[in-house]
């Protein structure tokens, strides 16, 4: 028997027990499928804060809030994030203002108009992070059940034999730590990725909303 050819990365998944082959199936999917997610979070919170930026410009250029709004609501661009928490706000503020109500009615109108586009925009960006979570903290004891399963066929497999060896041992132990190898290698990502997501998550969280409450003082002071 050939040592070197048994322990093998590609030989080893081949050798593998049942039981580790569908434990590195799974481990193997989980992984694409987070760094799929991955790919896409980081390209859509990027685009967020594009879009953020551009936004933030054009606001405090000093422009006229309604020619803003006619742009936004009109869909000569695609709006995002704080575009729509303005469009939501304005709208509203614009609305209630048409009718009798006092001005602290027409300010909390629009301040609930703005906090429900808020969750959801919020709630848009943090979509699939808990898989990601999920995945950076399950992954580890799949890839552990697939070891301990390994390790075990292992030293049962040494109970057929008159003298253990290396050539002997070797193979299980190798096919049980490659389980262990997929299973941070799908974690580790996850983890990272899910860290820095939440933490850029949180920061454009936060420019909502100082910004719905630096908006809400302009309105006030429109209606004075």
């Known amino acids: ?4 050819e048994d322990l093998s990365i590609l030989s080893l998944i081949a050798n593998a027990s049942l039981l580790v ?34 936004f933030e410009r054009d606001f405090w250029s000093g422009g006229d809030l309604n020619a803003l709004y006619q742009s936004a609501a009109t ?31 027409i ?8 906090r429900a586009t808020y969750q959801r925009e919020v709630d848009d960006l943090e979509a699939h992070l808990a898989f990601l979570a999920s995945v950076g903290s399950v992954s580890p ?21 008159g003298s253990a060896t290396l050539a002997h041992v070797a193979p299980g132990i190798a096919e049980a730590l490659v389980a262990t190898a997929i299973g941070l290698f799908a974690a580790i990502p996850a983890v990272v990725a899910y860290n820095r997501f939440a933490h850029d998550i949180d920061r454009i969280a936060i420019r909502f909303e100082s910004f719905t409450e630096e908006f809400l003082n302009i309105l006030q002071r429109q209606l004075r």
């Open 1 to 4: 028997m050939n040592v070197t």
């Open 21 to 54: 082959k569908l434990v590195m199936a799974l481990l193997g999917t989980v992984s694409f499928m987070s760094w799929y997610w991955i790919f896409r979070k980081w390209f859509s919170i990027r685009d967020a804060q594009k879009k953020t930026d551009l």
């Open 75 to 105: 869909g000569r661009h695609e709006a995002a994030g704080m575009e729509r928490i303005f469009e939501a706000g304005y709208r509203e503020f614009a609305k209630l203002r048409g009718k009798s109500l006092d001005h602290g009615s």
């Open 107 to 114: 300010i909390d109108g629009a301040k609930r108009a703005m």
């Open 141 to 161: 004891y799949v890839g552990l059940l697939g070891t301990v399963w390994g390790i075990m066929n292992a030293f049962r497999g040494l109970s057929n034999v």
